[in-house]
């Protein structure tokens, strides 16, 4: 069975910065690129990052390009998130999310997990 | 980006059918996918590249349309149908997510 447990939201001041984890088992880590999806209270659904099988590729939605950095550990079948320079507007669960995805394009979000809250507030 | 466009909210009895919409503001050919979200949870995903179930979901839902309308399908209805709906495209860079239907049970 797959299972995606993310970790790490907490209350942070604006500027300051978190990392999140995300530990995945029951499949092949290392053979699928993994995403990060967030969703602010009451509000729909926004792609953040891609990362590609080896880690070598990523991509970013605009608003979180030069302060958020998506990572892998392979090793360690962990998926992560640095987000640094933190927002209001970045009060959100963030999910993490996998399934057979291109890292630009293309693919479905075929498993969830249960989600982290991040929220940003002075 | 590719906008697409839901109804805010149906409702519905138990055992009719409901038909939800999402229309995109660019042609996605056929990669668009639905997800289902009960209060508290997270997604999950139910239709994928328009019109393929995915596992484990009842054969209840179903999927149709391309380019840039889309329906996803529930018939009969089901009191545990109750939830928010988004549609999702794939095709265009970046992947965007629909508003959300709230479908609500009378």
């Known amino acids: 069975e797959v299972q995606l447990v993310e970790s790490g939201g907490v209350l942070v001041q604006p500027g300051r910065s978190m990392k999140l984890s995300c530990a995945a088992s029951g499949f092949t880590f290392s053979s699928f690129p993994m995403a990060w999806v967030r969703q602010a209270p009451t509000k729909g659904l926004e792609w953040v990052a891609t990362i590609s099988t080896s880690g070598g590729s990523t991509y970013y939605r605009d608003s979180v390009k030069g302060r958020f950095t998506i990572s892998r550990d392979n090793a360690k079948s962990t998926l992560y998130l640095q987000m640094d320079s933190l927002r209001s507007e970045d009060t959100a669960t963030y999910y993490c999310?996998?399934?057979?995805?291109?890292?630009?394009?293309?693919?479905?979000?075929?498993?969830w997990g249960q989600g982290t809250l991040v929220t940003v507030s002075s | 980006d590719t906008v697409l466009t839901q109804s805010p909210a149906l409702a519905v009895s138990p055992g009719e059918r409901v038909s939800i919409s999402c229309r995109a503001s660019?042609?996605?050919?056929?990669?668009m996918h639905w997800y289902q979200q009960k209060p508290g949870q997270q997604p999950k995903l139910l239709i994928y590249k328009a019109s393929n179930l995915a596992s484990g979901v009842p054969a209840r839902f179903s999927g149709s349309g391309s380019g840039t309308d889309f329906t996803l399908t529930i018939d009969p209805v089901e009191a545990d149908d109750t939830a928010t709906y988004f549609c999702?495209?794939?095709?265009?860079?970046?992947?965007?997510f629909g508003g959300g239907t709230k479908l609500e049970l009378k």
């Open positions: 660019e042609g996605v050919n056929s990669y």
């Open positions: 999702q495209q794939s095709w265009n860079d970046p992947r965007t």
């Open positions: 999310t996998t399934g057979p995805l291109g890292v630009y394009h293309g693919g479905w979000f075929a498993y």
